[in-house]
């Protein structure tokens, strides 16, 4: 069974810095992306940013140059540097694990962690 525990959320000032990290388990994940998405209140579920298996990146327009990516296979895990942070920055941040659509496709995805950015 595959699962996915998010840590590092809290409340920081603006221009502050987070770092949240996704352990994952249930099984070998080399093949898979990672990424992070995040909801605000009353808005739609967004992706944060996106790493591919060969470790290509993807970022949202909104987070380029503030946030950084990373994942260490060996430890099913990844991690998201928020620097930079800014009010609108705040949401509940998803830990995201996409098998490709030739091994099956799926995505699973954590519990959630609260991102709050205010003075």
Same mark, same amino acid.
């Given at each position: ?14 221009? @502050?810095? &987070?770092?949240?990290?996704? +352990?994952?388990?249930?099984? /070998? ?7 992070? $998405?995040?909801? +605000? ?12 298996? @060969?470790?290509?990146?993807?970022? +949202? ?6 946030? !950084?990516?990373?994942?260490? /296979?060996?430890?099913?895990?990844? !991690? &998201?540097?928020?620097? $930079? &942070? ?5 949401? =509940?941040?998803?830990?995201? &694990?996409?098998?490709? $659509?030739? +091994? ?5 995805? @954590?519990?959630?962690?609260? =991102? !709050?950015?205010? /003075?």
């Amino acid at each position: 069974q595959v699962q996915l525990v998010e840590s590092g959320g809290g409340l920081v000032q603006p221009g @502050g810095s &987070l770092r949240l990290s996704c +352990a994952v388990s249930g099984s /070998s994940f080399t093949i898979y992306g990672m990424g992070w $998405y995040r909801q +605000a209140p009353g808005k739609q579920r967004e992706l944060v940013a996106f790493i591919g298996a @060969g470790g290509a990146t993807t970022y +949202a327009d909104s987070v380029k140059g503030r946030f !950084t990516i990373s994942r260490d /296979s060996a430890k099913n895990t990844q !991690t &998201l540097q928020m620097d $930079y &942070l800014k009010p609108e920055d705040t949401a =509940v941040y998803y830990c995201n &694990l996409h098998r490709p $659509y030739w +091994a099956g496709g799926a995505d699973y995805w @954590g519990q959630g962690t609260q =991102v !709050t950015v205010s /003075s």
